[in-house]
């Protein structure tokens, strides 16, 4: 049977067990606009929402006495009746979110979407179920952090570094092997005692820029994500597009086998460094205030600069996005660097040239995978 994990959701979370429902439509077209703008008063839900003002207050109400609710009152009073204001309840459900990359593993623990702790642990070895003995270790750290149990958790998201094939399993990088053609979300479901959602690790990254990055206020960007590999996603109408297959912002299938070292990718880019004297080098310690004055760093960013170049203009005619982010694991300096000798394929017709979208650096730098992983239970049940 196909493994579905609201089926897996406890029974305290769901609005009623006979749909398996965490909330209604309606109930989640409201919670959304209450966590995009707290403290928004009751009587501005009205319109918005197109709901008359006692389907309004039903609902309101029904989410109160569920605990997911606080109402407080505006100091400054408008005519007529108050209008409480109206909050998430922070610590009506806390999320996980774990990412798997080549060398890392990290977690971030959210509240009802708010990111609450984080914890990077190695990735190392090629034992499947001891990397996840391991990461059910730092679960059940990051919880007594909170002084929370499992049953506070509404669901996991897991990102992994990879191709996305059938149902959740991945093809990953040569380190992941381990990890690939497997379906994880059981897996690591049954390890934890906790539903699993899992999906491709650039895209769960581009998810978190889009809600706490340079995208909230940019409905359509594109992000690519510089790990081990070179992958990315799209972000079209605020919410990642996946494509049919679930691989939409796979960049690096711009590159045939002969172009692969040539790609802006940073194992590419340790593998560089590493011929130059760096033996022992991993992707953390490119996280170098020093990092410029390396030997061979800055001619890595000469060999690559055609391959992003190429990249950014397939994104322009492809996607048409009015921001490309450039993120994943990728240090703030390298990133400066590519953005200034970015040229764009724009040819002059008729004297005027065409729009071309704008460069940015990643402002979600620490564990965005793991961030923006523990954004999909919440998507997939509540908001």
């Not at 895209?203 to 690519?224: K, M, Q, S």
């Not at 130059?276 to 030997?295: A, E, P, Q």
Request: proline residues 6%.
């Amino acid at each position: 049977m196909k493994y579905d994990p609201l089926n897996h959701v406890a029974a305290h979370f769901l609005r009623d067990t006979q749909s398996v429902r965490v909330a209604s439509r309606n109930e989640r077209d409201l919670l959304r606009l209450i966590w995009k703008s707290p403290g928004i008063e009751r009587s501005d839900l009205t319109e918005p929402l197109d709901l008359t003002q006692q389907s309004l207050h039903r609902i309101v109400a029904r989410l109160h006495e569920r605990g997911m609710l606080i109402f407080s009152h505006p100091e400054t009073r408008r005519p007529g009746p108050p209008s409480p204001e109206l909050t998430l309840r922070k610590d009506w459900c806390l999320t996980l979110g774990i990412s798997v990359n080549v060398g890392s593993i990290g977690l971030c623990l959210m509240g009802f979407g708010e990111p609450l702790e984080k914890m990077e642990i190695q990735q190392a070895g090629s034992s499947l179920s001891a990397e996840m003995q391991r990461i059910e270790a730092a679960v059940e750290e990051l919880l007594a952090r909170r002084s929370a149990k499992r049953r506070d958790v509404l669901g996991v998201g897991l990102a992994v570094a990879g191709h996305r094939m059938l149902e959740t399993a991945f093809n990953c990088p040569l380190p992941l092997a381990h990890w690939s053609l497997i379906d994880l979300a059981p897996l690591l479901g049954e390890q934890l005692g906790l539903p699993v959602w899992a999906d491709n690790v650039a895209r769960t990254a581009a998810l978190a820029e889009a809600i706490f990055g340079v995208g909230r206020d940019v409905a359509d960007f594109a992000y690519i994500a510089h790990l081990h590999g070179y992958g990315g996603g799209l972000v079209s109408g605020g919410m990642p597009f996946r494509g049919n297959f679930g691989n939409a912002g796979e960049f690096s299938v711009l590159f045939g086998r002969q172009d692969y070292e040539e790609r802006p990718a940073l194992g590419v880019l340790l593998e560089h460094l590493r011929a130059k004297g760096r033996s022992n080098l991993t992707l953390r310690d490119l996280k170098n205030d020093d990092l410029m004055d390396w030997d061979g760093v800055r001619e890595w960013i000469d060999r690559v600069t055609p391959a992003h170049n190429r990249a950014i203009n397939a994104i322009c005619a492809i996607f048409d996005p009015a921001l490309i982010v450039l993120g994943g694991e990728l240090p703030h300096s390298l990133a400066r660097m590519l953005i200034d000798r970015t040229e764009f394929n724009n040819l002059p017709r008729h004297g005027v040239l065409r729009d071309v979208p704008r460069l940015a650096v990643a402002q979600i730098i620490d564990a965005p995978g793991a961030i923006g992983a523990a954004l999909i239970p919440l998507f997939e049940t509540v908001l």
